[in-house]
């Protein structure tokens, strides 16, 4: 195993980024863009393969239909219509998510198109009741400035977002609809070769200039990028769903390593000079060698009346175990193909005995497939009517290792890596809508848009310090932020200082976070109506971090019900000097022997009993003043 050398493989990366618009109603109809928690509807759709109107069935919605899904929809009237049911036409186009994005596209200098067509863009993954997204492409070309290096445009885009995601299982999958329609900005940059850190800066750069607008959507999800991902001689891979500027570092390098770990393997077989992987004689029946075999994965399997299959790879012994990067190589690869039909995984001749399969059951197949030593063997279980697929799928998939990186497309993982979704869709994909006419740009709607180009975020930020009194690098956290509106709501009561309000937004909750918290239990209404309560004298500061732990861990929805749960209440001031003197009482001895250095210990046990009751500097600063009254009315 090597070290790859991640400058020297001809890596290029192409962002897609999907940023929601912050409107007050979706695309097509009246609906809030809210999250939903209940469901009162639901209903169900078979996956539909849809014939594109252009006349050509796309490869990508057969395969996905072999699949044989039930789709499952949840509604909420808060959330949702007929029209995202599909049971009503869209409504006209929403005329203020239409301006964000002549907006943005301005801000790119982006060439605007003056006629806007509604175009249905096919999806098969059930994401949408109607089986297309619609999609209007606004703007071409443009650059964004990063560090002065221009990082040109392709497009630009304005979409409805997809159906939520629920569960996803062998069966069904769960979509929730209150995110389908909500309106979307997709913008396509020109691929940029470069490294990962560089990548991320133009990610970051990207998202700045779309904040600095302070019309689209902040926090988690709301911002999501697809990353096109390719080496040197390798065809490129698409990337989905990454929504984290680290993780989208990490799902570079991960492609990077995956990518060239494969056109190494490509290269060993090539040399090994293989006509055909597998033919029909290769793959051989051995349910019955498995009949009393120790695997609970295949025992399991033949209890749902699964079929075992073997199959012979000629010259392929120490071909699936072979990894040129750590945790890269072929068996991998086919694990995850496999695991796409819904089979519990497929075991390879290099890492047997192993997983309750013992040499009995190994030298069964060696048998049946009449294996010479050099030879590999694959084994998998699974139903009749799909082995047979999953077969053809597996040996096609080591076919295409030959040539190195087959174009598919794969889904980021939350650590960083990524895994195979399906095979990269084909070229018909896009027809126009007919329920809704054309949009025009007029040249005087061009001129009015160009007046409210933000500044640049760079000014934003300078902006953010001056009329706060922040510090560079504070300013630049709450930016970046999802609560850089909350921040300035909260910052119009003068009562609170700012930069109270941004350490506690940027450090107090993230660190929560850190400790495994969930800062989405976390309403921004709870937050404010927490620093209202601030203001007003009713909690104390150190309050907050108890309020927010409350939340973000469950156990309460509202900064009340947290204060009653964390029994807060704001102690009177006459109750606070009656509690400090019984405290000074008690502990006589310890004044006596430490003088003024006594503060330290005291202060630790006041602020056990009144920690977010009161303040702490305020504390303090009694505590101080009672201990030297004692200490001189001792002198
Ligand atoms: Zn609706």
Redesign the pocket.
């Known amino acids: 195993m090597s070290e790859l050398q991640i400058d020297k493989i001809g890596l290029k990366v192409g962002l897609e980024i999907h940023q929601q618009l912050a409107t007050d109603r ?1 695309l ?4 809030m863009p809210t999250e939903s928690e209940e469901y009162p509807i639901k209903f169900f759709r078979k996956l539909r393969v849809a014939k594109s109107e252009l006349g050509e069935y796309d490869p990508t919605a057969v395969f996905e239909r072999s699949k044989a899904k039930t789709i499952i929809y949840y509604s909420n009237p808060a959330s ?5 049911q599909d049971d009503e036409p869209p409504h006209e186009v929403n005329r203020n998510a239409k301006e964000i994005v002549l907006l943005i596209a301005s801000s790119l200098k982006s060439s605007i198109f003056s006629e806007i067509h509604v175009m249905r863009k096919l999806v098969i993954d059930g994401s949408n009741t109607s089986g297309f997204q619609r999609t209007m492409l606004v703007a071409q070309g443009g650059y964004l400035d990063v560090d002065g290096k221009k990082i040109g445009v392709q497009s630009i885009c304005l979409e409805e977002d997809a159906a939520r995601l629920l569960s996803d299982t062998v069966e069904t999958r769960e979509y929730s609809l209150d995110r389908l ?1 909500i309106p979307l900005v997709e913008i396509a940059l020109e691929p940029v070769s470069g490294k990962p850190t560089e990548i991320k800066k133009i990610a970051l750069t990207l998202g700045r200039l779309l904040r600095a607008t302070k019309k689209v959507e902040r926090g988690l999800g709301s911002i999501r990028q697809d990353v096109n991902i390719s080496i040197e001689g390798g065809n490129i891979i698409e990337v989905k769903g990454v929504q984290k500027l680290d993780q989208l570092e990490k799902v570079i390098e991960y492609e990077a390593k995956r990518q060239h770990g494969l056109m190494i393997i490509a290269d060993r077989l090539k040399k090994m000079e293989i006509d055909r992987i597998a033919k029909e004689r290769d793959v051989k029946d051995v349910t019955e060698i498995f009949k009393n075999c120790k695997s609970k994965i295949i025992q399991k399997a033949l209890k749902e009346g699964a079929v075992v299959r073997a199959i012979r790879i000629k010259k392929f012994s120490g071909m699936f175990g072979f990894e040129p990067y750590e945790g890269i190589g072929l068996g991998k690869q086919l694990a995850e193909v496999v695991r796409f039909f819904g089979l519990g995984g497929v075991f390879h001749s290099d890492e047997l005995p192993n997983y309750g399969i013992e040499d009995v059951e190994i030298q069964g197949i060696k048998n049946t497939l009449e294996l010479e030593q050099k030879d590999g063997f694959l084994l998998l279980a699974g139903d009749l009517q799909k082995i047979n697929v999953v077969v053809e799928s597996i040996i096609k998939r080591i076919e295409d290792a030959k040539t190195g990186v087959p174009a598919e497309t794969r889904a980021a993982t939350a650590t960083g890596e990524t895994i195979y979704l399906r095979p990269r869709p084909g070229a018909s994909r896009m027809y126009p809508e007919t329920d809704i006419p054309p949009l025009t740009v007029t040249k005087e709607e061009l001129a009015d848009i160009q007046k409210m180009v933000p500044k640049s975020w760079v000014e934003t930020l300078s902006d953010l310090q001056m009329t706060y009194q922040l510090n560079a690098q504070l300013a630049e956290q709450i930016f970046d932020s999802s609560y850089l509106d909350l921040f300035e709501r909260i910052c119009h009561d003068k009562r609170i200082s700012p930069n109270f309000v941004a350490s506690v937004l940027c450090g107090t909750i993230t660190n929560l976070e850190r400790r495994g918290l969930d800062s989405r239990l976390l309403k921004p209404v709870e937050i404010l109506n927490a620093f209202q309560f601030l203001a007003e004298g009713k909690i104390a500061k150190e309050s907050l971090e108890i309020i927010f732990e409350k939340m973000m861990a469950g156990k309460a929805n509202s900064v009340v019900e947290s204060i009653e749960k964390a029994a807060i209440n704001k102690m009177d001031v006459t109750e606070l000097d009656k509690m400090l003197d019984d405290l000074i009482a008690e502990n006589l001895k310890i004044i006596q022997e430490q003088g003024t250095r006594s503060i330290g210990p005291l202060m630790g046990i006041a602020m056990q009993t009144m920690r977010g009751k009161v303040d702490g500097q305020r504390i303090n600063q009694l505590l101080e003043r009672k201990i030297k009254e004692k200490i001189d009315s001792k002198k």
């Open positions: 979706k097509f109809c009246s609906c949702s219509c007929l029209v995202e329609g």
